[in-house]
Every structure is written in structure tokens, then in C-alpha cells.
């Protein structure tokens, strides 16, 4: 190649690799811009300030309660049983009916004891009879030792026969009242009045006063009551809670007690808490309590599985915040996010242990009007600025009514 034809070629590919030089320069700037804004914030992406939601924390006025489980009761339950032995002639009521207070259940053979009765009977008589006989003889010695016509001993034995025929006499009498009673006893009657359950026997059974087994059992559930136990724990808390006047006495002496069905619903009777045991069970650590409900309408069964919503105590300065506002570290302490004066976010601790509703009740970490952010938590880091949405602040009393109305749907 010649000279000439080099520079030639030279002068060309220098013509060729202005723009793409241009180019390279181009995307190098590009290139340099995107690292200046990827950098400026975490992950890659531009630093922005997060829009957030409050809660506006006032203190208000609620009822505390809590919910336990457990089974009901009939407030009187009696097994019907035999006084006496023998041959059961008639029984003499439905099974599952309702039955009153000392009506015949069960006829037994009577008529040994009817003998029995009658044999007492002629004794008594007898013992009466001859008591008459001693007095009058008693009487008439009275008489003669005043003239010494019978001896001092004659007279005193006839005083003594008259004390020892009376004797007889009651001995008889109890003799008598004994055998009575076996005789009604033959007639089997109802202890209390209620619902009674199936018979054990029939008609031809041999019954005997000394069996384990019961001839049918009645409850009577015209009232009902429920066990349920509760942490030891739990119930000094609450009694701390009344001595230092955070808590105090709903609706007067006595806690109101509602019962929710097994299906969720309502009791429509309220019912009362009757009293709470005076010691701890040592192997659940947990203290019974019992509660009695009316049942007018038969509509409470023994062995029915119910919770019972004790009405503790009402708090008139309770501070609240949404669950979900509140976090909860490995340890078990909970924290929110509060935005302060400089419209900040600052993590602060709180003690929150006990639910109302869909609420934390916050005791200690918050006071009134501390602005607490309920949403966009996912932005949110600490001491990082914020920006509080207008349309997304609430205060407590607002997010209360809220949780009213949906408990009430």
C-alpha cells in the first residue's frame, strides 16, 4: 500500500469513530448519573419520605372484661335411692318429665313393713295398757302407807313399776314411729323438683336400701352454674388494679356475668358471679370461680360448653392503640412508632398486656396526645422524618366508636 493510500485509510476510520466516541461519552454520563441516584438511598432506590397514618392518643372510658370457658351445671342435681328393701311393685312417673318435690316415683312391696307397723302398734298398746294398771296400783299404795296398811317397800316397788312401764311405753312409741317411717319409705318420692332422667329399674326389680346404683337422677336447672378457673396471676393483678384506682367496680358489688352459646350467640339472661375459691389449685396454679344464670326456658343443659364474659372492672382513662401498631420483640416487649415534635419517627417502648377488642390497653409509654402511626409501617424507620396523611390521622375516641359499631354487627 502507499503512503498516500495509508493516510487516506487513517483519515477515514478517524471520520468513523467521532460518533461513536460521542456515544460512549453519552452513556458514561448516563451510566454515572444513575450510580449518583441509585446511591442515594438504601436498596438501590431514591430516598423518599414515607406517608404515614396517626393515632392521636386521648384517654377514654371502657368496660374490661374477659372471656373463660368452660361447662355448665344444674344447680341441684339429687340421685333418687331406696330407703328400704324389696320388690319394686309400680313405677309411677315418665322418664324425662318434669317432677315435683315429694311426688311417688317408685312403689317397693309394702307389705312387710305394713306387718311391721301393725306388730309395733299392738306393742305400744300393750306397754299403754299396762302402764294404766301400775298407776292406778301406784295410786292406791299412796293411800294405805299413810295408814300403814302396806309396808314403805310394797309401795315404793309400785312407784317404781309405774316409771318402768312409761319407760316402755316410749320405748314403744319409737318402736312404732320406726316402723312408720319404713313404711312410707316404701313409697319412693322425689327429693326436689326438676327434669328426671331414665329409670334403672323396672316394674319386678329387687331394690335394697344399701345400693351404689340409683334408681334415676334429677336435675333441676330452673338455675344453672359454671365453673371456670383463672390464673393466680391474674387475679392479683386485678386486685392490685382496684387498690390502686386504676380499675373500679362495674355496676356495684357483684361482677356481671354474660354467656356466650356454643354457637357464638348471646345469652339473653345475665347472670352473676356467686364467688371465687379461697385457694390456688397447686397443680394448675388457677383459682375457680363460680357463676349462676337463670334458665326459665329450659334452654341450658348440664354439661354444655359455653364461655362465660366476666365484667371486671371499668377503666375511665384507658389509652388504646390498634394492634397492629404494635410490635413485639423476641423478649416478649412491645414497642410503637410515635412521630414527634420534628416529625420524626421515634421507637418507643410500652407495656401493653391485655387485649380490648382488636386494641392493645397500653398502661405505661404513651400519654395523651402522643400521635402514634397505625399505618404505612413498612416505610417507617426510626428517627427518620415522615409525613403525617390528612385524611389517615384518627384519634382514640374515633377508633373506639369504630370498634363499637363493629362489635355491635
Not at 341441684?76 to 317432677?99: A, H, N
Not at 318420692?189 to 345400693?211: D, F, K, N
Not at 404494635?326 to 415534635?341: E, F, K, P
Request: aromatic residues 6%.
Amino acid at each position: 500500500m502507499s503512503e498516500t493510500t495509508f493516510h487516506q485509510a487513517r483519515g477515514w476510520a478517524r471520520h468513523m469513530m467521532r460518533p461513536l466516541l460521542a456515544t460512549l461519552s453519552i452513556t458514561v454520563v448516563f451510566m454515572t448519573a444513575g450510580c449518583d441516584t441509585h446511591s442515594a438511598g438504601p436498596g438501590g432506590l431514591p430516598a423518599q419520605t414515607a406517608e404515614v397514618g396517626v393515632l392521636t392518643i386521648s384517654p377514654q372510658r371502657i368496660v374490661q372484661t374477659t372471656e373463660l370457658s368452660g361447662r355448665l351445671s344444674a344447680l341441684k342435681v339429687s340421685e333418687v335411692r331406696p330407703q328400704v328393701s324389696g320388690i319394686v311393685l309400680k313405677r309411677l312417673f315418665v322418664e324425662g318429665s318434669d317432677v315435683k318435690a315429694s311426688q311417688v316415683l317408685y312403689q317397693i312391696d309394702p307389705a312387710t313393713y305394713q306387718a311391721s307397723y301393725d306388730q309395733a302398734r299392738g306393742t305400744l298398746e300393750k306397754a299403754k295398757a299396762t302402764l294404766a294398771s301400775a298407776k292406778t296400783k301406784a295410786d292406791r299404795y299412796t293411800e294405805l302407807v299413810k295408814i300403814n296398811a302396806v309396808s314403805k317397800q310394797d309401795y315404793d316397788d309400785a312407784v317404781a313399776a309405774v316409771r318402768e312401764d312409761a319407760a316402755d311405753v316410749t320405748a314403744d312409741e319409737a318402736s312404732l314411729e320406726s316402723a312408720r317411717v319404713n313404711l312410707q319409705y316404701t313409697r319412693v318420692r322425689a327429693p326436689i323438683s326438676g327434669r328426671i332422667g331414665a329409670s334403672s329399674v323396672t316394674e319386678g326389680a329387687l331394690v335394697t336400701s344399701q345400693q351404689t346404683t340409683a334408681l334415676a337422677t334429677i336435675n333441676a336447672f330452673d338455675q344453672m352454674y359454671l365453673d371456670v378457673t383463672r390464673s393466680s396471676a391474674e387475679w392479683l393483678k386485678l386486685r392490685k388494679e382496684f387498690a390502686s384506682g386504676r380499675l373500679k367496680k362495674a355496676g356495684g358489688d357483684g361482677a356481671a356475668v354474660t354467656l356466650l352459646m356454643e354457637d357464638g350467640t348471646e345469652y339473653s339472661h345475665p347472670g352473676t358471679l356467686q364467688f371465687s375459691g379461697i385457694t390456688v389449685d397447686a397443680t394448675t396454679g388457677s383459682v375457680t370461680l363460680r357463676a349462676t344464670f337463670p334458665n326459665p326456658e329450659g334452654e341450658l343443659l348440664p354439661g354444655m360448653f359455653v364461655r362465660a364474659r366476666l365484667t371486671e372492672g371499668e377503666d375511665d382513662a384507658a389509652i388504646l392503640v390498634p394492634q397492629g401498631a404494635v410490635t413485639r420483640a423476641s423478649d416478649g416487649g412491645a414497642s410503637v412508632y410515635v412521630v414527634d415534635g420534628s416529625g420524626n419517627a421515634r421507637q418507643t417502648a410500652v407495656k401493653a398486656d391485655a387485649a380490648y377488642g382488636d386494641q392493645w390497653i397500653v398502661t405505661q409509654g404513651l400519654k395523651p396526645g402522643d400521635r402514634v402511626i397505625v399505618s404505612g409501617l413498612q416505610q417507617v424507620r426510626a428517627d427518620a422524618p415522615v409525613k403525617v396523611a390528612a385524611d389517615a390521622s384518627r384519634t382514640a375516641s374515633e377508633a373506639s366508636a369504630t370498634l363499637a359499631a363493629s362489635v355491635q354487627h
